[in-house]
Every structure is written in structure tokens, then in C-alpha cells.
């Protein structure tokens, strides 16, 4: 008697889901030690985890992806990476694809054991989104770090996690900051939600596509325009992408 799908995706999740508790205790565990090495260092062995769990979820639940527009990153400076957010899928997929890159993100994900300790050691800009008027001069000022130091930020405009098919306001303190630091935007669209949307225990198998755009310049654009051109990229590009 053959075995009814959805209880083989809930074995194959299962099993998914068990990789990545493991792979979160030994990373988040580490964390103390990795403090004591130089940034390069505790990051390569950081990003470990995010190709781990990618690589895990490809054999277990049948998960995998491939790239349009490879050669549109940028090698000779960093940049901020905005893309729509629909899935943990893409948080830990862009750090495999990307050079090395942090995040803006919730304080309160610092405070998640093992995973927030992890977190902590890939010099993330965490933010009071109660915070108001005091976010966005926070995403600008420790955002202008980031990218001087060569790390790429990736910001979601969308400011959280969105169902595929449904339209979310984009927000413009990414914006602000990219005008006030001069790099460059790199749009990036993907339909990782068909696959592991939010708040799903079970993934679906087949292949998320990944595009990636051309860099966006900022220099001497106002920010509300800047935004709306990046929006409009996102948008038009993610409804060309099929989940096959």
C-alpha cells in the first residue's frame, strides 16, 4: 500500500526539521568560541549553516532552486540586496549566493537561543521597529558601517514575511539609507513562498527560482522615487517566475 502524500511531506519535513535543530545547536553553540576569531573567519564558517540546512532541505524534502542574472552582482564593492520576503527559505539560500552580507533585522531575534548567539557574530543592524523615526537613522548610520566595512545588507522592504499573491506596502528606510550611503541597489526577486511559506510545517518539493537584477544607483535620487523603482522591478520580475 503506497504511502498517502501528505503524510510522506510531513515525514520528509520532519526529517528537515530535525537537520536544522541539530545544525542550530552545534552553530549556536560554537558561538562563544567564534567571538575569539577575526569577522572573515567566523563568517565562513557561519555561512556553513545556511548551506547545510539549503543543501538538507534539497535531499530530505526535495527542495531546490536555481539563478537568473548571476553575473549582476557586483564583485568590486558591496551593495544592498532588497528582495521580497516570503519564506526563511531566502534567509538562508542569499547567504550561499552572495558575498558575505548581514542583515537588517528585529532586535528580538537576537534574543533567540542558539540561533539569535549565532546571529549576534555577523555584525547584523537590529532594529526597535517601536523605535519610529530612530529605526530608519538606525539602518542609516549602522547600514553605512556595514557597507563600508564590504558586507552587503540585505533589507526586505516589505518588513516581513508575505503570502505569494498578495500585495504588501514596501517601506522606505531602506531607501533612505542606500540614498545617504551612495551604493548601489541590487533588486532580487524569487517565489521561495510557493515552496515554504509562512508559518508551514510542510515543503513543498520542486524548484524555487532565484532572479537577480541590475544594480540600481542611488547616487543623487530622492528616496520615495528610488523606492518606487525597486518596488516596480520586484514586483513585475516575481510574477514572471514559475515554481516548477
Given at each position: ?20 535543530l ?53 564583485t568590486?564593492?558591496?551593495?544592498i540586496l ?70 552587503w545588507l540585505v ?9 505569494p499573491?498578495?500585495k ?5 528606510g ?8 551612495e ?30 537584477g ?21 514586483e ?6 514559475v515554481?516548477?
Amino acid at each position: 500500500m503506497s504511502i498517502p502524500v501528505k503524510l510522506w511531506l510531513g515525514v520528509r519535513a520532519t526529517l528537515f526539521w530535525f537537520g536544522f535543530l541539530v545544525s542550530t545547536l552545534v552553530y549556536g553553540g560554537m558561538a562563544p568560541l567564534l567571538a575569539l576569531i577575526s569577522y572573515e573567519k567566523r563568517y565562513q564558517i557561519l555561512v556553513g549553516w545556511c548551506r547545510f540546512n539549503v543543501w538538507w532541505l534539497g535531499v530530505t524534502c526535495g527542495v531546490h532552486y536555481e539563478i537568473k542574472g548571476l553575473d549582476n552582482i557586483p564583485t568590486e564593492h558591496a551593495a544592498i540586496l532588497m528582495a521580497n520576503h516570503q519564506s526563511t527559505w531566502e534567509t538562508l539560500a542569499f547567504a550561499t549566493i552572495f558575498p558575505p552580507l548581514t542583515w537588517v533585522l528585529k532586535q528580538e531575534l537576537m534574543k533567540v537561543p542558539f540561533f539569535g548567539w549565532g546571529l549576534r557574530l555577523i555584525k547584523p543592524v537590529a532594529i526597535d521597529r517601536a523605535a519610529g523615526r530612530n529605526a530608519v537613522d538606525q539602518v542609516r548610520n549602522q547600514g553605512k558601517e556595514r557597507l563600508d566595512e564590504g558586507i552587503w545588507l540585505v533589507i526586505f522592504p516589505e518588513g516581513t514575511r508575505v503570502k505569494p499573491g498578495v500585495k504588501s506596502k514596501y517601506k522606505i528606510g531602506g531607501a533612505v539609507m542606500a540614498v545617504a550611503s551612495e551604493y548601489p541597489i541590487v533588486p532580487v526577486a524569487h517565489n521561495a513562498g510557493a515552496s515554504w511559506p509562512r508559518h508551514s510545517y510542510i515543503k513543498k518539493p520542486g524548484t524555487i527560482t532565484v532572479s537577480i537584477g541590475e544594480p540600481i544607483p542611488t547616487i543623487g535620487k530622492q528616496p520615495e522615487a528610488l523606492m518606487q523603482e525597486v518596488e516596480t522591478w520586484i514586483e513585475t520580475e516575481r510574477a514572471k517566475l514559475v515554481f516548477h
